[in-house]
């Protein structure tokens, strides 16, 4: 178990390398620089040339590179080429609210999904889990842009109930922490919920179709009983994942959401970072998101692990 | 009846609110040279006077169009109008500009010059920075002085360049020696970038300046909060306790954050969503007629299209009326392929408009022996607007046999790939404070946003005579035959220049168009009041 664990980090290290390369050389191939972004109409080419060498934007691309990993390994992460305010600052004052909205979703979806799931695996074909089935499909195409625009127009433009942009900001009371994560929370929660509660449906029903469960029922184990306690731990695996794959989704791919709610979040940093060719910040939001991922990647498989006595004891 | 400039229309509503008879108006007025013509449009500006009188207090929320961590509170480094609002609440500069952009006194009470060569500033007495320091001559030479500092990546350095020598002459003024003379110095001085601040400051985490708001707070990407400056240098401003300004960057959420409530000023909207704003009840829009532009860009150094035929027949296929009502919905005013727009004061009304004209531009297009050759232009939506112009025109072209093939691009990487490089494409020009930097930013020969790559001695020693020449009369006409060469000569076609559009709840008064930026110029902060 700890060696599983320690060759998982060893990967994960090595995972983060190569992203950063591929990050810096994708940002390199983008049109335009840091310099003509800051500039604007203002890029003359003298301007554009003075600032770029006050960046060393005139050296070498391996060099900015080794430079910008040097600084890493120093638990330095620079400094914006756009404002000079640290990396670590910058990503410090929005990781917060990112992880924020992520808590509070999950917090809302996993006990409604998990229920909705289960209840649809028991109840396999009954009308419900055909109505429950359809409507999640629809929730899981339906674009969050859409269920944003929508909730946004309905319940803060028409009714006034709710305000249209989330800026955590100014919470003094739980009533406001609730109207700020509101529309958001909603927004974010049809498409995971609906994902996570049809992976729960699937992996309880490949666990309730296999013979020991049979014996289970035949044995005269109430139904409630056989799900919870015979079915429900072997089904623990394939459903961590998917509650982990789903998290670590609202870590980063809340773009939209960020941009809809104007809610300061890191993954709106990043696009705005990508947009000014902030190459600093770019790499850092790059690595966060990627620990992020590996980190809940790993959580699922050490839980995938525990949960499945054949594999805890190697 | 007689058009009172902003500046005029202000010091009359001022004088109605101190309780000014009709004589003291009158008196003024001939004083000001106005004469008795105008006693019309003072009677309608008495009402108006009486029904908005600013009210102190309150507080608003307000959104600009971007929030990114390019955020600044250093003056020399703005970007965009978003920056331009928050230093504007913070700081003043020498001078301001007024709604025809002529340069009128701020932290200078008075300026003079030597053959518009050697600068006096006389700095006004008693204005205090944000920590209580009075401002004083050191301050101005370093504020104005850092800009010419290439360490400070200052992104007003060109225009800082030809202040040779800036020097204190006494406590309260300055001089300014200029490495060759130019009447619009004041101009340049009321522009965004040459705020100024305490001599010697180099952190901008927070603004310290003579504004009519200090600032509270400053988070980059997030927002920033300025509160009443209680000790402001103008006599009764500013009017609200607080404002608080962010930036929301999609635009459906910053009209709909305006519409349920959330803020009261939203900067920057299109045209298309006008219509939903005035439907609303108790929201309106407020339109700046401005002087910037999307052009087409033929250059003229690049065959077949340089071809001074071929320009003309694209310019008389641009159906700007068209144009204006089907991409802008009224909200442009025509143009005539020259960049000085209505609002300025050296616009030469008398230069003939040039008219959608099929028959001309195939007169002139069959003149280029271009024939049935496909040409390319470029379009994108960073050149706000020229997906669609290029498509409309794209159509006046079947008619008279030119085979032009749009070709649409993405905005991001569109201005370092395809603008200045293309054959044929869309540039898109924000307002500039005067006549003199537009012509010489892009219209000079030697400029490197010369567009089409226009070159005529003629009119670079007629851009450095304007420049010098302290008559404005005579500066007039200078101006209006190099308005005259660009429309006929230049690779150019500007159809209409677009009009900045903002929208706001009703009950916020004390707008006027001030044609530098929308949102008043980006100086709303002092001026607007709730009633």
């Known amino acids: ?314 | 009846m007689i058009r009172l400039s902003p500046g005029e229309r202000g010091t009359i509503e001022q004088m109605l609110r101190r309780g000014a008879t009709r004589r003291d108006v009158v008196a003024w007025l001939g004083s000001a040279g106005i004469g008795l013509a105008a006693t019309g449009t003072i009677a309608t500006h008495a009402t108006r006077a009486l029904a908005d009188t600013p009210k102190r207090g309150g507080q608003i929320r307000v959104a600009g169009y971007s929030s990114s961590t390019a955020d600044t509170l250093d003056p020399a480094k703005q970007t965009l109008s978003t920056d331009y609002v928050r230093c504007n609440m913070f700081y003043n500069g020498l001078t301001t500009l007024d709604g025809n952009l002529t340069p009128q006194p701020a932290l200078a009470e008075s300026f003079d010059s030597d053959k518009a060569t050697v600068w006096t500033f006389k700095l006004r007495k008693g204005v205090q920075f944000h920590d209580g320091k009075e401002m004083t001559s050191a301050d101005v030479v370093y504020s104005l002085n850092r800009h010419k500092d290439p360490k400070v990546g200052s992104i007003a350095k060109t225009l800082a360049a030809q202040m040779q020598e800036i020097k204190a002459t006494g406590p309260n003024e300055i001089q300014i020696t200029l490495a060759g003379p130019n009447a619009d110095l004041p101009v340049v001085l009321g522009t965004f970038h040459f705020k100024i601040i305490k001599d010697g400051v180099t952190d901008f985490a927070t603004a310290v300046g003579t504004g009519a708001y200090k600032c509270k707070e400053f988070s980059p990407g997030v927002h920033s909060i300025g509160v009443r400056n209680e000790n402001y240098w103008k006599p009764g401003k500013p009017y609200l306790d607080q404002i608080e300004f962010f930036g929301i960057a999609d635009e459906a959420a910053r009209v709909n954050a305006l519409l349920a409530g959330d803020i009261q000023f939203a900067g920057g909207i299109s045209p298309h969503v006008t219509r939903q704003v005035k439907q609303a009840p108790g929201f309106e829009v407020f339109e700046t007629k401005s002087g910037a532009y999307t052009d087409l860009i033929v250059r003229l150094d690049t065959p077949p299209v340089g071809n001074s035929d071929f320009v003309m027949a694209m310019k008389y296929l641009m159906d700007r009326a068209q144009m204006r009502t089907a991409i802008y919905q009224g909200y442009a005013v025509i143009a005539n392929d020259q960049p000085v727009d209505p609002t300025n004061r050296f616009y030469d009304a008398s230069l003939p408009q040039r008219p959608f004209d099929l028959d001309k531009a195939k007169f002139h297009f069959g003149k280029s022996g271009i024939g049935s050759t496909a040409i390319d232009v470029i379009v994108s939506p960073a050149a706000t607007g020229s997906p669609d112009m290029g498509v409309l025109m794209q159509d006046a072209a079947r008619k008279i046999g030119l085979n032009l093939n749009v070709k649409r691009v993405p905005a991001d990487g569109y201005w370092a790939n395809y603008w200045l490089k293309s054959a044929m494409c869309f540039g898109n020009i924000n307002p500039r404070p005067s006549a003199d930097i537009l012509m010489t930013l892009f219209f000079k020969s030697d400029a490197p946003w010369n567009e089409s790559r226009w070159k005529d001695p003629k009119f670079d020693q007629l851009l450095d005579a304007a420049r010098a020449e302290g008559d404005v009369a005579r500066r007039k006409q200078m101006y209006s035959d190099m308005q005259r060469m660009i429309t006929n000569d230049a690779g150019i076609g500007i159809p209409l220049f677009i009009s900045l559009l903002d929208a706001h709840i009703s009950g916020l008064k004390g707008l006027q168009p001030i044609p530098t930026g929308g949102m008043m110029g980006y100086d709303f902060a002092e001026n607007v009041w709730l009633a």
């Open chain 1, 1 to 314: 178990m700890p060696r599983l664990i320690a060759s998982r980090l060893a990967i994960s290290l090595l995972t983060l390398l190569i992203v950063s390369m591929l990050v810096f050389v994708a940002t390199e191939l983008l049109p335009g620089d840091v310099a003509q972004a800051v500039l604007g109409q203002s890029a003359t080419p003298d301007a554009v040339a003075a600032l770029r060498s006050v960046m060393h934007l005139d050296q070498p691309g391996w060099w900015r590179y080794l430079t910008w990993l040097g600084g890493l390994l120093d638990g330095d992460l620079g400094r914006s080429l756009v404002n000079h305010i640290p990396v670590a600052q910058l990503i410090g004052s929005r990781l917060p609210n990112s992880l924020l909205l992520a808590a509070v979703t999950a917090a809302v979806c996993v006990p409604v999904a998990l229920t909705l799931g289960i209840i649809a695996a028991i109840r396999r074909g009954s009308l419900y889990d055909r109505v429950a089935g359809v409507l999640m499909v629809s929730a899981v195409s339906v674009p969050e842009f859409l269920v944003a625009t929508l909730a946004v127009l309905l319940f803060a433009v028409n009714l006034h109930w709710l305000p249209a942009i989330s800026y955590g900001g100014s919470i003094h009371s739980p009533l406001q922490f609730f109207r700020v994560f509101a529309l958001p929370v909603l927004t974010l929660s049809f498409v995971i919920i609906a994902q996570m509660a049809r992976m729960t449906r699937a992996a309880l029903i490949s666990v309730l179709d296999s013979s020991y469960i049979e014996m289970a029922l035949l044995k005269g184990a109430r139904p409630v009983r056989v799900v919870l306690y015979h079915a429900l731990p072997n089904a623990l695996g394939p459903i961590v994942n998917a509650v982990a794959l789903s998290l670590s989704f609202l870590l980063g791919g809340v773009i939209i959401v960020e941009t809809i709610f104007n809610y300061p979040g890191l993954a709106k940093l990043m696009v705005d970072a990508v947009a000014t060719r902030d190459m600093p910040l770019v790499q850092a939001c790059a690595m966060v998101f990627c620990t992020a991922y590996l980190l809940l990647v790993t959580f699922a498989d050490v839980c995938a692990i525990l949960s499945n006595p054949r594999l805890r004891d190697r």
